[in-house]
């Protein structure tokens, strides 16, 4: 009901956005129970965690996005048993996936991770790399660059908030203006449990939402 009240405020339809359910640190049985609800779309940042429950739930006709940052070492796995990749910040880590994706399989659909504030502490490209790197991705056979993804700096007012969200999707609609693309792109993974109906009214296409789904993380 709260993403098709903010849909219905932006003027879109609540089928526009996807509820990507970011079941990390939580039990197989809970994302079990979610796919019973509906849930096709579920999202995991720890590896060898993530294999486990795609094995646990392979009889689901389940979509699996990595939203975690990617490791070099790491990345045949992802690229092996994924359809979606929501952090790309390097052409290296890009090719690689694009190298060790199957060309039986589909092509893996790829965001590029944007660090907005230009924080330290997180990944991402900054924007002004961004033209680049998106126009060299789009070149790689095995992958589908789909669109943009951020984390955004907290923000405890509302407008800043938005305008983080509002800054997204003006880089992406850039990019389709300016940058050779084979497809324009139309994702925007952006919005979590404590912003996701500003992000919505942002254009938001994919919400990673975890504990308004499934309540805190377990202690580990």
Known sequence: ????????????????????AVGKAQ???LLDAAADCGLRDFG???????????????????????VGRLQANKTRPIAESFSWVHAIDRMHIAERLAAQRSPQAAPLNVCL???LGGE???????PAALPALAAS???LERLALRGLMCIPPPETDP????????????????LNGAVS??????????????????????????????????GPRPVQ
């Open 1 to 20: 009901m709260r993403i098709a009240r903010a849909a219905e405020e932006a003027g879109r339809s609540a089928q526009s956005v996807t509820i990507l």
């Open 181 to 214: 693309l084979r497809t324009p792109l139309d994702t925007l993974s952006m919005g979590m449990s404590d912003d996701f109906e500003v992000a919505v009214l942002e254009g938001a296409t994919i919400v990673r939402l975890g504990t308004v789904l499934f």
């Open 159 to 174: 407008l800043r908030q938005r305008g983080w969200f509002r800054r997204l999707r003006e880089l992406r609609d850039e």
């Open 137 to 139: 991705v789009a070149t």
């Open 27 to 29: 039990p197989v049985a």
């Open 44 to 66: 995991e940042s720890y590896l060898q965690e993530a294999l486990a429950k795609i094995e646990k739930l392979a009889s689901r006709a389940l979509t699996w996005h990595f």
């Open 113 to 115: 991770a944007v660090n």
């Open 120 to 126: 330290a502490s997180k990944g991402g490209v900054l």
